[in-house]
């Protein structure tokens, strides 16, 4: 059992890092808080449970490819002036604009319900008078009026609440299990498969930090009135805390979900059993920090992209009615707000079917359909001259951008095959 004293200074000590890391942190303050949702917690969860710490290294990569993703559309925006949505439309053929709004629509429906289900499965733990279908509809209706009263800045103010919560909380539960250090640091740098590991290992990295939602960075820095080449460096470096941010917390995930049985986790019963955990280490205490945190890991999503998402439906009907477009807040727009209501209403009917668990995971194999197609376009336009000039992709980032393609697109022809 830790002191109660060292345990005041563990908390102190991280306290005072996260606020050093908000002074220079911008709009990757909700990429951080968005991405670490129910796919990926899951993921890892599940991959610590089975293998420990042997794919910590997946958590790592699975943040620095999807580093590579969202610098790309930053870039592509801060350089040439107009969304990647913009340039779907106006620069490659009409099928991929449309391809992503039927899909945007399909995908938003499984995750606004997968996050419903999570925000339950963490409630429900934490207040069990209340069943996983209420706590979800609840979850729901608070983030809607959340988003729909509350302008950007709100949101963002709320949004380091919440990341301050999970990093304080993901961290410090890592810590109280007393992990062997050595074995950590061992398995983030050298990389290895055990038997059988490999869907684990693509489950992880596409899980880690977001699919649609690095879309909406595009539009949180033009919240935040960041354009042209200037901001790219500040842009870089608020994207590189947000997925350094990201990694440590599907370490944390995966370092207390190992040694849990690998039956417990692939159940409703997941959530508890990672507290179940902490508390026979360090007693009552570490079970609710723990339960304390992964809702706020899962609430701060579902905010996130209640606040994000909708932006990518107005920036998409303004580019194919010239006459709707907002001179002023995107969230003042009429497409705006009735995309918001679709992700909050709708998508509840999906918590009656009572399978929290499969919706989550629905929801991984719904994101793999994106990340290809999404690391396929960068490659043809953050390579095209006339676009971005002399911030055309290095030879590095296609390296990753190849990268990022091929395992996403094995990923999802895996998780297809497995699933359906």
């Not at 999503?301 to 995107?330: C, H, N, R, T």
């Not at 990268?403 to 998780?415: P, R, T, W």
Request: proline share 3%; hydrophobic share 55%; charged share 10%.
């Amino acid at each position: 059992m830790i002191a109660i004293n060292p345990l005041k200074t563990i908390i102190l000590n991280l306290s005072l890092e996260t606020k050093n890391i908000f002074k220079i942190l911008g709009p990757g303050i909700l990429v951080a808080a968005t991405g670490v949702g129910a796919g990926d917690l899951i993921a890892a969860a599940v991959s610590g449970a089975q293998y420990g710490y042997a794919l910590l290294w997946a958590a790592v990569l699975g943040a620095i490819l999807k580093y590579v993703l969202n610098e790309g559309i930053s870039r592509y925006q801060l350089i040439s002036g107009e969304s990647l949505l913009s340039g779907w439309k106006h620069r490659l053929h009409p099928f991929v604009s449309w391809y992503f709004i039927v899909y945007l629509f399909i995908w938003s429906l499984i995750v606004a319900g997968a996050l419903m289900a999570a925000c339950g499965l963490a409630a429900h733990a934490m207040i069990p008078e209340l069943s996983v279908i209420q706590w979800g509809l609840i979850h729901s209706v608070v983030a809607l009026i959340i988003v729909g009263v509350g302008k950007y800045k709100v949101v963002e103010k709320l949004m380091r609440i919440f990341i301050a919560l999970m990093f304080i909380v993901t961290i410090l539960s890592a810590i109280l299990i007393q992990p062997d250090m050595m074995e950590i640091i061992k398995n983030i740098f050298i990389p290895r498969v055990p038997a059988n590991s490999v869907k684990f290992i693509l489950g992880v990295i596409g899980g880690v930090g977001g699919s649609v939602t690095l879309l909406s960075y595009g539009y949180w820095i033009k919240e935040k009135q960041w354009s042209g080449k200037s901001y790219l460096k500040r842009s870089r470096i608020d994207l590189g805390i947000a997925y350094t941010l990201t990694a440590i917390f599907g370490i944390s995930i995966m370092i207390i979900a190992a040694g849990v049985k690998p039956e417990i986790m692939s159940g409703s019963q997941m959530v508890v059993g990672m507290a179940d955990k902490l508390e026979t280490v360090v007693g009552g205490f570490g079970r609710w920090i723990f339960l304390i945190g992964f809702w706020g890991a899962v609430f701060s999503s579902m905010i996130g992209v209640w606040q994000g998402i909708p932006y990518l439906f107005a920036d998409f009907y303004s580019q194919y009615k010239p006459s709707s477009k907002f001179q002023g807040e995107y969230t003042a727009s009429n497409a705006y707000k009735y995309f918001l209501v679709y992700l909050a209403i709708p998508p509840m009917l999906l918590l009656f079917a009572s399978k929290p668990v499969w919706l989550v995971i629905l929801y991984a194999v719904s994101g793999s359909f994106f990340m290809p197609f999404l690391a396929f376009t960068l490659l043809i336009l953050n390579n095209k001259f006339k676009i971005l000039k002399d911030e055309l992709n290095g030879k590095m980032t296609n390296g990753l951008l190849i990268i990022s393609l091929l395992v996403f697109l094995y990923l999802l022809v895996v998780e297809v095959i497995s699933k359906f």
